[in-house]
């Protein structure tokens, strides 16, 4: 966050204040890739899928929801369309 020299108080970019918002509207956890996933979640920018990380994210929560829920068989695709 940018400061300012002549009050000291905070200069928030547009960038802060889209991202601000963004948060305010979504719920944000922390989580830490283990190896396996973070290759998983590297091929997926490699392949252009999407170039926001929390899309790969997403699908992968909702194919292991589906995947635990029993929606869907042993060795089937999940549908997170």
Known sequence: MLMSKTTGTAALSAGNLAVRRYRS????????????????????????????LSGAIDQLIL?????????????????VS
Do not use: H, T
Not at 25 to 52: M, S, T
Not at 63 to 79: L, P, R, T
């Open 25 to 52: 509207k979504n719920r944000r956890i922390d989580y830490v890739v283990g190896p396996a996933a973070l290759a998983a979640l590297q091929e997926w920018r490699a392949r252009g899928l999407d170039n926001c």
């Open 63 to 79: 194919a292991g929801a589906a995947a635990m829920s029993g929606q869907i068989a042993k060795g089937q695709e999940a549908d």
